[in-house]
Antibody
């Protein structure tokens, strides 16, 4: 069974940092791209970052570029999202989501999602 | 950035009836369009990709059509478990973008 489990969320003040993790199992992790997708309260999903299967390439939404960094460890079947200089509009449920493959275009839509982890940015 | 616009925002449908949901892209995305279903407290679930290909395990009552800028998700005969919010997502260009969603509710 494919599983993705996020952790590391919580409450942080504006300007603070947080590191999210996503532990995976049930599939050949090193052959799939993974994305982070967030969803603010009452809003639709917002894609924020994607990392290629071997970690050599990353893409970011403009809203997080320069503040967030995505990385992966294929030996541990896990990935992380380092979030710096957090703002109140970063408050959301953060999901890690598996791309439907490793090659365009299948890598860019998502067939399995974690349960999400809540990040709240508030003073 | 490609803006995805979904309509209507809310669709009231009786069980057993057909539901037709629309998604419009601000510029052509070819056939690189996915649909997701989301129920309260759950992550989105992939229904359709490539505009018209059903994902694994998705019932045949769900169908997708369209290309370019206009797309449609049709649920042929609504079941109780289909009442949810539906999102479209384009993956033709960066950044990947989602629509604002259509809530399908019981009439």
């Amino acid at each position: 069974e494919v599983q993705l489990v996020e952790s590391g969320g919580g409450v942080v003040q504006p300007g603070g940092s947080l590191r999210l993790s996503c532990e995976t199992s049930g599939f050949s992790f090193g052959t799939y791209t993974i994305s982070w997708v967030r969803q603010g309260p009452g809003k639709g999903p917002e894609w924020i970052s994607l990392i290629s299967s071997i970690g050599g390439t990353t893409y970011y939404a403009d809203s997080v570029k320069g503040r967030f960094t995505m990385s992966r460890d294929n030996g541990k079947n896990s990935l992380s999202l380092q979030m710096n200089n957090l703002r109140t509009d970063d408050t959301a449920l953060y999901y890690c989501a598996r791309g439907h493959g490793d090659i365009y275009p299948n890598s860019r839509f998502f067939d399995y999602w974690g349960q999400g982890i809540l990040v709240t940015v508030s003073s | 950035e490609i803006v995805m616009t979904q309509s209507p925002a809310t669709l009231s449908v009786s069980p057993g009836e057909r539901a037709t949901l629309s998604c419009r892209a601000s510029q052509s995305v070819s056939g690189d369009l996915a649909w997701y279903q989301q129920k309260p407290g759950q992550a989105p679930r992939l229904l359709i990709y490539g505009a018209s290909t059903r994902a694994t395990g998705i019932p045949a009552r769900f169908s997708g059509s369209g290309s370019g800028t206009e797309f449609t998700l049709t649920i042929s005969s609504l079941q109780s478990e289909d009442f949810a919010v539906y999102y479209c997502q384009q993956y033709d260009n960066w950044p990947l973008t989602f629509g604002g969603g259509t809530k399908v509710e019981i009439k």
